[in-house]
């Protein structure tokens, strides 16, 4: 297995090839995985920035640190870039969503509050939302063992999910009206892949009519009909094995 992950403030500068993992970060470390010294760890700024470590001492229940640390290395953004527009799902199924999209390699979740949404985001309920899918989308980072984590926007409008789409190099909206399935789509070597998860109402008339407006194509991903909480995860595998990231 890899080495954990845990996520530093800065890898700037590091004095002496050191770094104390404190706070959140180091109870995790100390308390939760139980590192010990001699063992291998990751620090990484979530933003493609890493440096390999080992762990010189345990100290208390929150603070640990690292030795070693003297090659920062920065993993190139990955291509195409794949980002997923997700309507909003009842109760947790969002993070689940996140969670999931985020250990297969997703780039972006944009959340969408589309018309046949049943929740809302609206006021202080819909920024505590929010920060729980960046939150999960952090951890989730951590534990697929990722230095790059998703980006997750803002609740977005239907018409900013049609500017998203009308500059993607390849759009798509997951609709039973597709007569082509995902996996026989073209898709492009470069640039971003923009794919739209409906809710669990599916996406209205109206909305697919200006997504298509904007350039997208409805499209079908199989003969089962997904939960929108794992609609998107599912399609993400496919586009990541088609244009060779996996692989």
């Known amino acids: 297995m890899t ?4 996520v ?5 500068g590091l004095s002496g090839g050191e770094y104390v993992l404190d706070g959140p970060e180091g109870r995790h ?14 620090l990484t700024d979530g933003r493609g920035h890493w440096a390999e470590g080992v762990v010189k001492a345990a100290e208390g229940k929150d603070r640990l640190v690292v030795t070693g640390l003297h090659a920062v290395v920065e993993e190139p953004a990955p291509r195409p870039r794949i980002t997923v527009v997700q309507a909003l799902p009842k109760g947790d199924r969002g993070e689940l969503a996140v969670e999931t ?22 006021g202080d309920r819909g920024l505590k939302a929010l920060a729980k899918w ?16 998703p980006e997750v926007a803002d609740a977005a409008t239907t018409k900013r999910v049609a500017s998203l789409l009308a500059d993607a190099d390849f759009a798509a909206v997951l609709h039973e009206s597709g007569e082509i399935p995902l996996a026989g789509a ?3 070597a470069e640039g971003d892949i923009v794919l739209v998860v409906g809710p669990e109402g599916g996406v209205s008339p109206e909305e697919l009519a200006l997504f298509q407006e904007a350039g997208a194509r409805p499209y079908v991903l199989g003969p089962t009909v997904l939960r929108t909480s794992t609609a998107g995860t599912a399609a993400a595998a496919l586009l990541l094995g088609r244009t060779g990231r996996w692989g």
């Not at 470390?29 to 990751?42: C, I, N, Q, T, Y």
């Not at 780039?107 to 985001?121: E, F, G, K, L």
């Open 101 to 122: 999209m985020t250990e297969v390699g997703v780039d972006a979740i944009v959340p969408w509050a589309a018309s046949r949404c049943v929740t809302q985001w609206k």
């Open 8 to 12: 530093a403030d800065s890898l700037d």
């Open 186 to 188: 073209g898709l492009p």
């Open 29 to 42: 470390a100390v308390s939760v995985k139980r590192l010990r010294p001699g063992e291998d760890v990751v």
């Open 3 to 6: 080495a954990p992950v845990f």
């Open 134 to 149: 960046r939150a999960t989308a952090r951890e989730a980072g951590k534990q697929s063992r990722r230095v790059r984590f």
